[in-house]
């Protein structure tokens, strides 16, 4: 499996090229005026259109820059399958090189497209987290599939790729997923946390990560910025992606 991982401003691109991460997930409105010089930096690049953004702008975009990254979505209209639908229709029609994105109801979406089997589909919205579960694991599995912001689907099965913006929460959110043998530990950071020996424990299991990564463990004390903004890499995906056998994938380092 492979993740791309979000990446939408100069902070986060360089971190992530800092951990070795090989791929990115980009959206158009930040990328549209440096991604070839982005493409320079990562193995693989994976574009969507922003929120609110320009369907002929994005359409423009995708023509102009396609030698520039890997795989590009649609221009979806979140929760509105028959719109996505049309778009998709007229992207084709385009000659654009676009994957459609299923939306609302899954497995309607899908029969109204008429793909050719193991074709790339990407997934999109639906409203009720039971009904996305279920729907996710009555999709056909002659397609490969990638997962618009199923980060939390990394362990779930059944894509061949996700996209995730989870990894900022450290810096961002003062929050992050540790993986330790099969446990997903939340932690939270703040005064007088008392899982501040947890997270103590772990960076020390995972100092190899770290160091990878550049991080030392007084920065994570003093909760730099940069450093927490890597930390989650070394302490939940790069373990994770090892468990999963699919860290050369994912990780140059």
Not at 58 to 72: P, S, V
Not at 176 to 204: A, Q, R, Y
Request: charge should be positive; charged fraction near 30%.
């Amino acid at each position: 499996m492979k993740i791309y991982f979000n990446a939408n401003n100069k902070a986060t691109l360089d971190a992530l090229e800092k951990c070795g991460v090989k791929n990115v997930l980009l959206s158009h409105k930040y990328s549209h005026t440096n991604i070839e010089e982005i493409k320079q930096r990562f193995n693989s690049i994976f574009v969507v259109s922003g929120s609110n953004d320009d369907e002929d702008k994005y359409h423009e975009f995708i023509k102009k820059e396609e030698k520039n990254f890997d795989f590009a979505a649609q221009f979806s209209i979140p929760n509105n399958m028959n719109r996505t639908c049309e778009i998709w229709k007229k992207e084709k029609d385009m000659g654009l090189n676009t994957l459609p994105v299923l939306q609302e109801d899954y497995i309607k979406h899908l029969s109204q497209l008429n793909l050719k089997p193991n074709s790339h589909i990407c997934v999109g919205q639906m409203k009720g987290r039971f009904d996305t579960e279920d729907s996710i694991k009555k999709l056909p599995t002659n397609n490969k599939y990638h997962g618009i912001g199923k980060g939390k689907y990394l362990l779930r099965g059944g894509f061949d790729s996700i996209d995730t913006s989870i990894w900022i929460s450290a810096a961002m959110s003062k929050k992050c997923d540790i993986w330790s043998d099969g446990t997903i530990i939340k932690m939270k950071f703040g005064e007088n946390n008392v899982s501040e020996p947890i997270l103590t424990h772990h960076c020390e299991k995972y100092k190899d990560n770290l160091e990878k990564i550049g991080v030392k463990m007084h920065e994570i004390t003093e909760r730099h910025y940069y450093s927490m903004l890597k930390l989650p890499i070394a302490l939940y995906y790069m373990p994770i992606c090892k468990h999963l056998k699919c860290y050369t994938d994912n990780f140059i380092k």
